[in-house]
């Protein structure tokens, strides 16, 4: 079976959105409504990375007026990325978890931690917690808490399993993305793909950001095309 895994990085912008304009569908935000469209087009599934608190947003502030929606939403799932705050890896993961659910969403337990910064102690107590795969860089930087012997088969293998956890190499930033069709064929029958939030064109304008929407619509229609099954 292939399988390809999209997600989003540093997300944050379309949950203060929908939490500041009283929208009669969350699906109302550009940036839902785009994966929205991906998913009944394509059957795209997407895995949002997400900052619990950034500047005037808080997840624990995040209303749930769209409950019924997101739980209803099963192409989309959510899981901690990190914060911009000084505070405890564990403590911020569980409290974004218990938030998510109050406002409907769902929990991924695959997580791509801002940085990939984690150490020992606390990658056992995300285990425990349901993790089972932590995502890592698709360069060649030091992840988590991987020793640089670890670091080197990771990126020979593209994953290592270590203590019960999967080490799973990210193949492909879409902001560094030069040849789609090409690229496509050499990600193999598990495709790791990402891009960042701030990169969709609702955020930003300009040919480099639109071009981010055009190149996610090249691997969807690739990836469905060739019968890639979607996976969180």
């Given at each position: ?6 997600s ?77 705050e000084q ?9 974004f ?5 109050r406002?409907?969403?769902?929990t ?9 910064q ?13 993790v ?16 640089l ?18 080490y799973?190499?990210s193949d ?29 064109p ?17 691997y ?6 060739l ?6």
């Amino acid at each position: 079976m292939k399988t390809a895994h999209i997600s989003f990085d540093d997300v944050w912008l379309c949950l203060n959105d929908i939490n500041r304009k009283k929208y009669k569908s969350v699906f109302e935000n550009s940036f839902l409504s785009t994966l929205l469209k991906f998913n009944k087009k394509y059957g795209a599934k997407f895995t949002l990375y997400c900052f619990d608190r950034v500047k005037s947003f808080d997840i624990e502030k995040m209303t749930d007026r769209y409950f019924e929606e997101l739980t209803s939403a099963d192409f989309i799932k959510f899981a901690y990325h990190g914060c911009f705050e000084q505070g405890n890896l564990i403590e911020r993961f569980s409290l974004f978890n218990k938030n998510i659910e109050r406002i409907g969403g769902k929990t991924s337990s695959t997580l791509r931690l801002h940085r990939f910064q984690a150490n020992e102690i606390d990658i056992s107590i995300l285990t425990a917690g349901g993790v089972n795969t932590l995502l890592c860089a698709d360069d060649d930087r030091i992840n988590y808490s991987l020793s640089l012997d670890e670091n080197v088969r990771l990126q020979q293998q593209r994953q290592i399993f270590k203590d019960g956890v999967l080490y799973r190499k990210s193949d492909l930033r879409l902001e560094l993305a030069r040849r789609p069709k090409q690229s496509v064929l050499d990600l193999g029958d598990a495709a790791v793909v990402f891009t960042h939030e701030w990169a969709f064109p609702y955020v930003r304008r300009g040919i480099f950001i639109d071009n981010i929407l055009k190149k996610m619509e090249i691997y969807l229609a690739y990836f469905q095309q060739l019968e890639y099954e979607f996976i969180f």
